[in-house]
């Protein structure tokens, strides 16, 4: 059981360039989330999945287009990346329900840099 | 939208020593709150939560308690030790919200052997 997983672990790319930062997770669970972690900050919410086959804005959502490909899958991606978006990518899953609601289970980030 | 607020945003303790960190939030839906543990180059760890309908939980050297009314809670640790040195993030969810947590600012807890 390896829980959320991220790739790559780390990544430098240009002004410009384009990526996609995957995620997965292993525990049945239906709802998944993209953070930015920014420097002394606490955690920005970009884009979230209530459920498989829908996918919302959070927080911070420009310049960020995601993809929940399956239960299991949820992907990030920057179409054009710009050093603003230099950050600590997280992405978390948990079980939500209207009239449950848990905690959220963390990958180990993806840290992006971009020059 | 709910907005946390979390105090205070560094502590640091001796060895043994409790610890105590404080957030409010502002929307009375929430009622789930769960408590997070960043150690350095990881992600998130949740530790501890409670629910809206119980006042204080426990679990070994940690506790939360909610007082709804006032609308706060609060993470404490007792007896602590050098590995629990860390940033802990609390954090504030409405059922009828997705799911989607607001989070506080984070505490650096650091603790001197």
Redesign the interface.
């Known amino acids: 059981n390896a829980g959320?997983t991220q790739t790559p672990k780390f990544q430098v790319l240009k002004t410009g360039q384009s990526m996609t930062l995957q995620c997965a997770q292993d525990m049945n669970h239906n709802?998944m989330?993209w953070y930015r972690q920014d420097p002394g900050?606490?955690?920005r919410?970009i884009y979230?999945s209530?459920s498989e086959g829908t996918t919302?804005k959070?927080e911070v959502p420009n310049g960020y287009n995601v993809s929940r490909l399956n239960k299991r899958e949820f992907s990030l991606r920057l179409e054009s990346a710009a050093p603003s978006q230099t950050s600590v990518y997280?992405c978390?899953s948990?079980e939500?329900r209207?009239?449950?609601?848990?905690?959220?289970?963390?990958?180990?980030?993806t840290r992006l840099t971009v020059t | 939208g709910e907005n946390v607020e979390q105090h205070p945003s560094t502590l640091s303790v001796q060895e043994g020593d409790s610890a105590v960190i404080k957030c409010t939030y502002s929307d009375s839906a929430s009622n789930y709150f769960p408590w997070y543990k960043q150690e350095l180059g990881k992600g998130p760890q949740l530790i501890i939560d409670i629910r809206s309908n119980v006042g204080e939980k426990k679990d070994q050297r940690i506790a939360v308690t909610l007082n709804k009314t006032a609308k706060h809670f609060s993470l404490h640790i007792t007896e602590t030790q050098p590995e629990d040195s860390a940033v802990y993030f609390c954090a504030a969810l409405a059922a009828t919200n997705a799911g989607k947590s607001t989070f506080g600012d984070g505490t650096t807890l650091t603790v001197k052997p």
């Open positions: 959320v709802s989330y900050m606490g955690l919410l979230y209530a919302d959070g997280f978390a948990s939500y209207t009239a449950v609601i848990l905690g959220q289970y963390f990958g180990p980030g």
